[in-house]
C-alpha cells in the first residue's frame, strides 16, 4: 500500500489495514502533509522520484513498531498509532488544528505549520480568560 498524506493519512491508512483480513499489508510512505512529524522522524524523502527509485530496487522494507490501545469509548474497539499519542494538551492541539478550515488555506500556502502555533496560543489564551476550565 502506498499511501501519499500527511501523518493523518499514514494513521488512516494504518487503522484500515491493522484492523483488515490482511494486517502483515506493508505500507510505503510519501509524505506529503503539513507537519511529516512521521517522516521527520525516520528521515524520509519527500521526494516521489527518490520513493519510486527504491520501489522499482527492491529495496529491503524496514519494520517499524506500531503502539496499539483499546477504547472502551468506542464499543473496545482497537487503534494503532506509529508517531505518538496523546490525551492531552498535544491531543487538543492537534485536533483543533486538522479540524480547522484556516489549515486548508494555510497549506495551500505551505504556512500549514502555523495553526499548530494558533492553536497553543488559543489554548492557554482561553485558559486565561477562563480560569475555570
Known amino acids: 500500500m502506498i499511501v501519499i498524506g500527511g501523518d493523518g493519512s499514514l494513521n488512516e491508512i494504518l487503522n484500515g489495514i491493522k484492523t483488515s483480513n490482511h494486517p502483515e499489508t506493508p505500507i510505503t510512505y510519501l509524505p506529503a502533509g503539513s507537519g511529516n512529524d512521521f517522516a521527520r522522524a525516520a528521515h524520509l ?8 527509485n527504491r520501489l522499482l530496487q527492491n529495496l529491503d522494507y524496514h519494520p517499524v513498531d506500531c503502539g496499539k490501545f483499546i477504547s472502551s469509548l468506542k464499543n473496545n474497539r482497537p487503534y494503532y498509532f506509529v508517531n505518538n ?17 484556516m489549515k486548508e488555506k494555510l497549506n495551500k500556502l505551505h504556512l500549514g505549520n502555523l495553526i499548530y502555533a494558533s492553536n497553543i496560543i488559543m489554548y492557554f489564551a482561553d485558559r486565561t480568560l477562563s480560569p475555570s476550565k
Request: avoid cysteine; aromatic fraction near 16%.
Open 45 to 52: 524523502s519527500k521526494k516521489p522520484e527518490e520513493l519510486v
Open 85 to 101: 499519542f496523546g490525551i492531552g494538551f498535544d491531543a487538543f492541539v492537534i485536533y483543533s488544528s486538522n479540524h480547522q478550515k
